[in-house]
């Protein structure tokens, strides 16, 4: 069918490779098939329409493992870089160990850490929060408590 440079480029996974870029197996497959039942065209497209899906998806999770690097090390300069202890890893308590941990996580560990750090900055503001409130109580207390006195001498 496909004869001499088109039929060898077609069986010729490395030639696929070289014209059509870094694509998973199956999408090779899916364009020697298109190209066979509908011409180069419509598969030199579809590849076109694959590689801008393969670098959006990639530049996305880029964009997204920097987004949490940067919002990791925030929460762990807020909380004075506290160890954290999950399922998938330990994080030492320290701004090296830290800066180490994003620099060779993967996204998922990333994730985690997001979350825990996430939910220790909760727990401080719950916890300084709590802490006005005591404060707040106290003072309303000593006011309450010179008021009445202050009364009881009146009488």
């Given at each position: 069918m496909?004869?001499?440079e088109a039929g060898h480029e077609v069986r010729n996974p490395y030639k696929l490779r070289q014209r059509?870029?870094?694509?998973?197996?199956?999408?090779?497959?899916?364009?020697?098939?298109?190209?066979?039942?509908?011409?180069?065209?419509?598969?030199?497209?579809?590849?076109g329409m694959l590689k801008l899906?393969?670098?959006?998806?990639?530049?996305?999770?880029a964009e997204e493992r920097a987004?949490?690097?940067?919002?990791v090390m925030l929460a762990g300069e807020q909380?004075?870089?506290?160890?954290?202890?999950t399922e998938a890893f330990d994080l030492a308590p320290?701004?090296?160990?830290?800066?180490?941990?994003c620099g060779n996580a993967s996204i998922e560990q990333l994730r985690l850490a997001h979350d825990a750090a996430h939910l220790k900055l909760q727990?401080?503001?719950?916890?300084?929060?709590?802490?006005?409130?005591?404060?707040?109580?106290k003072n309303l207390s000593q006011r309450l408590c010179a008021w009445y006195n202050a009364r009881e001498m009146d009488s």
């Open positions: 496909w004869g001499g059509w870029g870094d694509l998973p197996p199956e999408a090779f497959d899916l364009l020697r098939s298109l190209r066979l039942t509908y011409g180069i065209t419509l598969a030199e497209q579809v590849a899906v393969r670098d959006e998806a990639r530049k996305s999770l987004a949490l690097i940067d919002q909380l004075d870089f506290p160890l954290i202890v320290t701004v090296f160990c830290w800066s180490a941990f727990v401080k503001r719950g916890r300084l929060k709590l802490s006005e409130a005591q404060d707040t109580w």
